[in-house]
DNA sequence: AAGTACCAAGCAAGCGCTTGGTTTGTCAAG
DNA sequence: CTTGACAAACCAAGCGCTTGCTTGGTACTT
């Protein structure tokens, strides 16, 4: 029935993190037993410790997977753009699909259960967070520099930041907003007017 | 030495309440115990419940009466400024200030400590909370009104909220940004450019 | 035969909260 | 002003439960 040996093994781990970031995002770290996870993947509790060597353990996994697959798509995704704003726009939208996206990566947790980290714990996500943030500060100075956004890139970031952690308390898939929509309306704030014009003329002409 | 009767009894509710914020605020509701609340109270944890019913009472009373507070402070700048302008303004005010300050209100908690509330004290919190978002999206929709605002008043005031209640992870005081620094920064973001430029041209006047 | 993946059982510690009794302030009756 | 019944504020001790995690053994794979 179960699938042993070495594919087992990681297989049982991926379910094992898959379990655990949706229910650390639904209960939260603390309120989250060993038990709830075990349970959700059809183990006992004490058979988590053959893939994790403690709680925080899975939350430290869960979170640095989030970060590093979140901080590939971003740089995929600025690389891909040929236009300051068009990075921007992508930023934006790859920070609120992870956000808000229910499976998988979760940059979301680093947001409400960071202080369920030990300080060795903090400190090693800092550095991961660290490489994540510089990408989003190096196209704000361009843009700041190009006079295309009016406030200053650091507290610029923090902003959109909060804008963005805070839609996974309201976003719900498929209703209300859409994420383009979400994203777009982000986007016409952070941009000086002129500039977004300039970007929705530079998309209309190339849809065309 | 200490204050029995009925004055001692609301001082030291008090003393427990504000107590509690902090600790809540630093570690969570979870990572907070009562014997960590009745430490810096400087009582024994069982004397606790003389003064409330659990813990989860503390954060109920706690976060309510942040919201009040709140709430008045909001409801009397609006109806204290003349312009939809410097209605905004002071809304934002009111909220990083109530954010970030470290005594009495924290409606911060409300954020972070939501979902340790049981069922029932997540609706009531919810009513109160709903007459605190309609003093927002009264001005937000006056001002959409008026084209002084691009977004729509429902989704702006999501990522208005999002960036201000995000500031409590970041905002130190008297480092790096002053608070009317910040306010001042998201209004600008917040309105059109026109509206902006009309408003700082007002206040100038008026200083005059 | 060896090693992995898991179970069964439970331990030590910490949790929120209760209980029973002691101290302290309040206030009307004498 | 004294006195004594009463209630409020708090302590001392610990109960019952849950927590993260450990230990020792078993079933399955290679």
Redesign the pocket.
């Known amino acids: 029935m179960?699938e042993?040996?070495?594919e087992?093994?990681r297989m049982?781990r991926k379910r094992i993190m898959d379990a655990a970031v949706s229910l650390f995002r639904h209960k939260g770290f603390e309120r989250?037993?060993?038990?709830d996870i075990a349970t959700a993947v059809?183990?006992?509790?004490?058979?988590l410790?053959?893939?994790f060597s403690?709680?925080?353990d899975i939350l430290k996994e869960v979170i640095s997977e989030a970060i590093e697959v979140t901080l590939a798509k971003m740089s995929a995704s600025v690389d891909e753009s040929d236009s300051i704003e068009g990075a921007l726009k992508a930023l934006i939208v790859c920070e609120l699909e992870t956000v808000t996206g229910e499976s998988g990566a979760a940059v979301g947790l680093l947001i409400s259960e960071w202080r369920s980290l030990s300080e060795q714990g903090q400190s090693a996500m800092l550095e991961l967070r660290s490489a994540y943030e510089g990408v989003w500060l190096e196209v704000l100075r361009s843009a700041s520099r190009l006079g295309k956004i009016r406030v200053e890139p650091i507290l610029m970031r923090k902003l959109i930041a909060g804008a963005l952690n805070w839609t996974h308390t309201w976003y719900k898939d498929g209703r209300s907003y859409q994420q383009a929509d979400i994203a777009e309306q982000l986007l016409s704030m952070v941009l000086t007017e002129k500039a977004y014009a300039d970007y929705c003329a530079d998309t209309a002409m190339s849809a065309v």
């Open positions: 179960t042993r040996g070495e087992g093994k049982t989250t037993t060993v038990r059809g183990i006992l509790s004490g058979s410790f053959h893939h403690s709680k925080e």
